[in-house]
């Protein structure tokens, strides 16, 4: 049997090899996604970003046992977990930590983790990251839970590939003007305050909820008030398992609304753009690159290197 | 293309000293290989399971506990039904002898007792390892 086929029937092993070749831009990896496209589109993408250390890993261990179990309102779901972890710039190799903090999830293999190297991108996530994705929904999981790397500044990517966008803080991290800064709180559809077992947690919460009160007022100024979704603020406690049931409660709320209000279509179409955009964009740029006489090339990049041409009519030259 | 070898370091059993396994799954990274590190006290079945979602080219098992010969021959056996089969599993601990021939009997790639340099074993990884 081929592994688009395999990875439809549930084949863990099949699914962890198309992976890696997606991570690797392998050719035999694009044919697999294509066959498998089709069956894309239908998973809840879950983002999780925020400060290194705020807790997103231990975070991500309590919350996906708590959104794989059937509860009162939800059936039972299937869960994948993609964890990011940065790659050394020196080396190009990393170090992927995240799964020491996901023990218990490590005792359910039924719960499918990844780790992935950010391999040079920007951004918190991953290049092929949002390929990786579409392989997971084809493999049949309900809820996607997308970690980034920690940085705690402008992960718009994360945003740009989840429908629903948690920003994980934790006390002592910095205070509100720095988060205002950082872009960070405008990207959350859902903010959690972690470590709620330390003091400061509820003062940070009541901050980080004045400045989200804030946006959202100069927000109301310029677009339709009753599509509006409300960033809840939850507090949660990863240590002691705290939290969890109001926070799964939480993203099912933002499931609901975003359904509701055509946003989850929105969302979707502006991901699979993105995808479509970055591709056409490399193909583009190999293409061109294959065109030119490689002499032309380093000639070029020379009489930029000694200053007798600048950049921009560099650029010029080599496209008249 | 971007391939890289991904490996990963695990400690089963139940002592707790995991110095050697951070080292080394350090030194790999340094020499520009992917680790995922799982932590203190796994199960063969968690380490399995981990191996095979993350499509790993080798597995390093760092055991000091001496309950190297229950616990090395069942995450092979794991492997095999799991379709790993071909997964280079090597060992680092305090391994008698004679009990390192018999799990390279058994399909370990290599033991490698304390003191081994980092680079010994970053040569035989790259040597052993074909990037998938
Ligand atoms: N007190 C307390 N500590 C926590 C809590 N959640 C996580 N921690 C601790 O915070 C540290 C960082 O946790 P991680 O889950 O690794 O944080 P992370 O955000 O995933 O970190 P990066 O992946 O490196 O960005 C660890 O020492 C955790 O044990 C919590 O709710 N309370
Ligand atoms: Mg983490």
């Given at each position: 049997m081929d592994i688009p086929e395999r990875v439809l029937q549930g084949d863990r092993l099949a699914l962890a090899r198309l992976l890696t070749w997606l991570e690797n831009d392998q050719p035999r990896g694009r044919a697999a996604l294509d066959a498998l496209?089709?069956?894309?589109?239908?998973s809840h993408i879950i983002g999780v970003t925020g400060?290194?250390?705020?807790?997103k890993s231990s975070l991500v261990n309590r919350l996906a046992l708590q959104l794989a179990q059937a509860d009162g309102s939800q059936p039972a779901r299937r869960v994948a977990v993609l964890a990011m972890d940065p790659s050394s710039?020196?080396?190009?190799?990393?170090?992927?930590?995240d799964r020491v903090r996901m023990r218990d999830l490590m005792e359910?293999?039924?719960i499918f983790i990844r780790s992935m190297a950010s391999?040079?991108?920007?951004?918190?996530?991953?290049?092929a990251a949002g390929e990786l994705v579409l392989a997971l929904e084809a493999a049949g999981f309900d809820i996607i839970l997308v970690e980034t790397v920690?940085?705690?500044?402008?992960?718009v990517d994360i945003a740009r590939l989840a429908h629903t966008t948690l920003v994980v803080e934790a006390p002592g991290l910095g205070d509100d003007i720095q988060a205002a800064k950082a872009g960070i709180l405008e990207i959350a559809d859902i903010l959690v305050v972690n470590k709620?077992?330390?003091?400061?947690a509820e003062s940070a919460a009541h901050t980080l909820a004045a400045m989200l009160e804030i946006g959202a007022e100069l927000k109301a100024e310029t677009s339709a008030p009753q599509a509006a979704w409300k960033v809840p603020v939850q507090l949660t406690s990863a240590l002691n398992r705290e939290g969890m049931v109001s926070l799964a409660a939480a993203i099912h709320e933002h499931f609901t609304w975003l359904n509701a209000s055509g946003e989850w279509e929105r969302r979707a179409q502006a991901r699979l753009e993105d995808l479509f955009n970055r591709l056409l964009r490399e193909r583009l740029y190999e293409d061109w690159q294959r065109s030119q006489p490689q002499a032309n090339l380093s000639e070029a990049l020379q009489s930029l290197r000694k200053r007798e041409t600048s950049p921009y009519s560099l650029i010029e030259r080599l496209f008249s | 293309m971007n391939r890289k070898i991904r490996v990963l370091i695990a400690k089963p059993g139940?002592?707790?000293?995991?110095r050697g396994a951070k080292v080394i799954a350090r030194a790999l990274r340094d020499a520009g290989m992917e680790v995922i590190y799982t932590g203190l006290r796994q199960t063969p079945e968690m380490i399995t399971n981990a191996a095979m979602q993350e499509d790993v080219d080798a597995v390093g098992l760092s055991i000091l506990s001496g309950a190297h010969m229950t616990l090395v021959p069942r995450v092979l056996e794991l492997m095999k039904a799991n379709g790993q089969g071909e997964v280079c599993v090597f060992v680092g601990g305090i391994i008698p002898e004679e009990d390192a021939r018999e799990l390279e009997k058994l399909g370990v790639k290599a033991v490698y007792g304390p003191g081994t340099p980092t680079t010994q074993v970053i040569a035989d990884l790259t040597q052993m390892v074909e990037p998938a």
């Amino acid at each position: 049997m081929d592994i688009p086929e395999r990875v439809l029937q549930g084949d863990r092993l099949a699914l962890a090899r198309l992976l890696t070749w997606l991570e690797n831009d392998q050719p035999r990896g694009r044919a697999a996604l294509d066959a498998l496209f089709p069956h894309t589109g239908k998973s809840h993408i879950i983002g999780v970003t925020g400060p290194s250390g705020s807790g997103k890993s231990s975070l991500v261990n309590r919350l996906a046992l708590q959104l794989a179990q059937a509860d009162g309102s939800q059936p039972a779901r299937r869960v994948a977990v993609l964890a990011m972890d940065p790659s050394s710039p020196f080396s190009g190799g990393a170090l992927l930590g995240d799964r020491v903090r996901m023990r218990d999830l490590m005792e359910c293999p039924e719960i499918f983790i990844r780790s992935m190297a950010s391999r040079g991108a920007l951004g918190g996530l991953a290049r092929a990251a949002g390929e990786l994705v579409l392989a997971l929904e084809a493999a049949g999981f309900d809820i996607i839970l997308v970690e980034t790397v920690g940085a705690g500044q402008s992960e718009v990517d994360i945003a740009r590939l989840a429908h629903t966008t948690l920003v994980v803080e934790a006390p002592g991290l910095g205070d509100d003007i720095q988060a205002a800064k950082a872009g960070i709180l405008e990207i959350a559809d859902i903010l959690v305050v972690n470590k709620s077992d330390k003091s400061g947690a509820e003062s940070a919460a009541h901050t980080l909820a004045a400045m989200l009160e804030i946006g959202a007022e100069l927000k109301a100024e310029t677009s339709a008030p009753q599509a509006a979704w409300k960033v809840p603020v939850q507090l949660t406690s990863a240590l002691n398992r705290e939290g969890m049931v109001s926070l799964a409660a939480a993203i099912h709320e933002h499931f609901t609304w975003l359904n509701a209000s055509g946003e989850w279509e929105r969302r979707a179409q502006a991901r699979l753009e993105d995808l479509f955009n970055r591709l056409l964009r490399e193909r583009l740029y190999e293409d061109w690159q294959r065109s030119q006489p490689q002499a032309n090339l380093s000639e070029a990049l020379q009489s930029l290197r000694k200053r007798e041409t600048s950049p921009y009519s560099l650029i010029e030259r080599l496209f008249s | 293309m971007n391939r890289k070898i991904r490996v990963l370091i695990a400690k089963p059993g139940l002592d707790g000293h995991d110095r050697g396994a951070k080292v080394i799954a350090r030194a790999l990274r340094d020499a520009g290989m992917e680790v995922i590190y799982t932590g203190l006290r796994q199960t063969p079945e968690m380490i399995t399971n981990a191996a095979m979602q993350e499509d790993v080219d080798a597995v390093g098992l760092s055991i000091l506990s001496g309950a190297h010969m229950t616990l090395v021959p069942r995450v092979l056996e794991l492997m095999k039904a799991n379709g790993q089969g071909e997964v280079c599993v090597f060992v680092g601990g305090i391994i008698p002898e004679e009990d390192a021939r018999e799990l390279e009997k058994l399909g370990v790639k290599a033991v490698y007792g304390p003191g081994t340099p980092t680079t010994q074993v970053i040569a035989d990884l790259t040597q052993m390892v074909e990037p998938a």
